[in-house]
């Protein structure tokens, strides 16, 4: 089977090797001076985002400060051949906006301004480069906030939110961005402003809002963004339930939602988890419980003690070994300040750490813990569980010493295994981090060659130089069958149409 | 009488036949949609005998049936659990099917408080216009990886891919409901409906018709208990006839004129626009249902001045969508050509460009 066209010319992209002199030029003809930036010790921050394994200095940065001078920037890169890689704050796990050493990175940081509020329709039109959190505090004093909160919410821009598909601990109950969103601007690949979507709740035509969202900047750069806000609800309180076997709390979460509940958040620890989160902050989190669950609920104050005296009920059933209920927001906010605090708790127990976002179906999360436990063993290496476990999303977080030779590239192989083990029980590779380079070849493992063309097809139409953030997100067909050819997957090798390269 | 048949090889070979030879295809399911868009010329693919529910688990949230099942029976089965399409599809008409609801991505009054039809779909098997079967999403709650084209079905009319399956997730049923209804003008009633919407309270339906706003609530029992108690109102009886009749168009407002009624999808705070006609309004504003003579061009104009779009439910008004613009058109045939790239698919039951 022959490679679609835009993988094709996203190799080529890749292989390119523009004149930087020349380019720097040709954007500050068109351009102010100060938002190019191309003096190593300027490009230097930019050279990594969350996934700081990987490293590469952007040939160029651009900071545009109006959407017209992004339109320029990628009408001037376009005509150039040259690659784009859009970035907002930098916080992605998955190494998407990593830069290309022949590429610009156009960096969204200064499109900070919330553009308005409107509380008779309950939006808000933002700038791309505004933090998630930024939006919930703009319309706290309206009783109003923006549902979805990702652990990064103090730093990652909504930009980057919608470019993700990002999910936070409130999505179980609220949706993902995908589901608080209604409207965008874009800058195509060719420098044209668009709209997508509308300020009604559908569009005509085919539903490129749904399509934007979680492309990864592969599609687009986002210029605006207007979101859904909801009424803050009148009260929210948190259930803390400890269990002996892990294989307990995941029967008990699974056992919540068939109860009829749907819980704000659901999010559980492992017992590493909770040592090292507890060591750190003092949520007091009984450090002796295989695994801990933090359920919380919300609504009327009247239905919010209706739902904890069921979820209470449930857990005890489920032979929690003890269950706290937070009296108070101060209370609620220590028993949730270990849980935010588990990815910064991990740097101080271990120089480095791997977070993966595999999805599995519920009644899958125990044995896929478990088996997790086993792959840590195997690899010798340790893992800490800390994770959205009402929506079956896990993020085992891998520990390891990038000092010590070749434990990245074991870790890796870990994490690939990990991710493998979440496809054998019907799960994604990638709940809400998204594929970007870290999980690219396992994205060989989680389609066929004809989704992957597909894939590729489509990508066609809104890029057909494949400029935008090329080699991330989709893998090509060759890419996959040299992976194939050092990872062969239950004795079976995939893509065996292809050639062996 | 519940069935199960799995025909997507024979929906794929008729589809990479009709590929190869060129030669367009209507996929039909039990027609109850066909009213909406315009009419595709071409052989019928019947997609009605590729039936049942593939997995249904409640505790997962989830279920995957395949595109011929009866929406009806799809229903019954999730009651049984206690449980419910959280969109309240419309029927119209009492074979619908799954995929026809998908496809057409239409939503029930729930939709702005809910979610859409788009919002609960997570995966689907469909075969592409080069009669390829492929899978995109799945069965978890949330999945990023690889473009979104599950969602992306949903209003599509067919015209990217005949779908195969669906996984949709799955909500449980309000433990209580009721509705309130109170006397408003239209005007009143939007900003009211406005108003309420800023209180943590568990609407689920406002819809006005006729000087009086209705306003559904369901939840946990407390809740609506409490949230009653604040707003007032009398309790409308039997209130779920009620909201399957607006669900359903079966309410005297659409079924006793035949004048043109048009869609027309607003941002919900939109004051009433200046349209000639008799309106009621639905999801909290955001849809409203007009039967007016007014021009098509000049309704469409005022309609677009405010922010939304209006299509044509009954009446002969060309296109039946409302018109997108040049840059938007061509991306989207590009995205077309992408994934049905002979043109076979349904062609034209949206725009003639597609
Ligand atoms: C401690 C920590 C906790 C986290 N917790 C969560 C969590 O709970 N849930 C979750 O979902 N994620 C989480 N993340 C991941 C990350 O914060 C999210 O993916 C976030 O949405 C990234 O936003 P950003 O602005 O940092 O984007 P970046 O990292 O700058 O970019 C991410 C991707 O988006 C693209 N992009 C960025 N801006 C634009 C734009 N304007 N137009 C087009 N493309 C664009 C980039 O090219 C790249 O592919 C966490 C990260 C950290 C470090």
Redesign the pocket.
Known sequence: MADTASADAAEQVLASRPDKAQLIEKLVAKLPEHVILHAEEDLRPFEC??LSAYRVLPMIVVLPETIEQVQIAMQVCYANDVAV?????????SG??LPMENGVLLS?AKFKQILDIDTANRRATVQ?GVRNLAISEAVSHLGLYYAPD???QIA??I???V??N???VHCLKYGLTTHNIVELEIVTVEGERMTIGSEALDTPGYDLLALMTGS??LL???VQVVVKLLPKPERAQVVLAAFDDVRKAGEAVAAIIQAGIIPAGLEMLDNPAIVATEEFVHADYPTEAAAILLCEVDGTHAEVDEHIADVREVVEREGATEVRVSRDDAERAIFWAGRKAA?PAMGRISPDYYCMDGTIPRKALADVLIGIGELSEKYGQRVANVFHAGDGNLHPLILYDANIEGELERTEEFGGAICELCLEHGGTITG???V?VEKIDQMCVQFPPDELTQFHAVKQAFDSKGLL?PG?AVPTLHRCAEFGAMHVHNGELPFPELERL | MKTSADQSEHLRERVAEAFAKATPLHIRGSGSKDFLGETVHADTLDVTGHTGVVNYEPGELVMTARAGTPLAEIETVLDEAHQMLAFEPPHFGENATLGGTIASGLSGPARPFTGAARDFVLGCRIVNGQGQILRFGGEVMKNVAGYDLSRLMAGSYGTLGVLLDVSLKVLPVPRTQVTQVFEHTAAQALEQISDWQLKPWPITGAYWEDGKTYLRLAGATSSVESACEKLGGDALDDDRAFWHAVREHQRPFFTTTDRPLWRVSLPPAAPMLDIDGDCVIDWGGAQRWLQSDMDAVALRRIVKEAGGHASVYRGDALPRFHPIGESIMALQKRLKKSMDPAGILNPGRIYPEL
């Open positions: 985002d969350g890689v859009a970035r907002g704050a930098g916080t992605g796990l998407g906006a969204l791309p990702p652990s990064s990652c821009s930009g980057g939110n470019a993700e990002s999910g936070g990864e900047g687009g750069v986002i990815f809400e981090h998204g970007g953030n991330k």
